[in-house]
């Protein structure tokens, strides 16, 4: 499974498989999860739950934009790219 996470992220470089494929679906349908997530993993990390603080409102807005527009669209992105490689590949 962690091999198959590997190579979405490389997904240009390799030719696509069903569980790469089947991967990069969960992550584009999970964007806003995935969000969430890091939201989570930073209040963790800066230890803001024992002070009821939230940590990711601490940040600045553009900091907090590219968080989010990462988070968002590098799913969409390797989905693109995926469907880009499968077309190349079966052509």
Known sequence: ML???LSILFVPFYVVRFPDFFLGDQFTSHSQTI???IHIVMNIAMRSFVSFHDAFASLSP???MA???VSLLLPQFIR???NLRRYHDTK
């Open 3 to 5: 091999r198959h996470c």
């Open 35 to 37: 969000l969430d997530l």
């Open 62 to 64: 553009s900091t907090l």
């Open 80 to 82: 693109m790219a995926q």
């Open 67 to 69: 968080v989010h527009m």
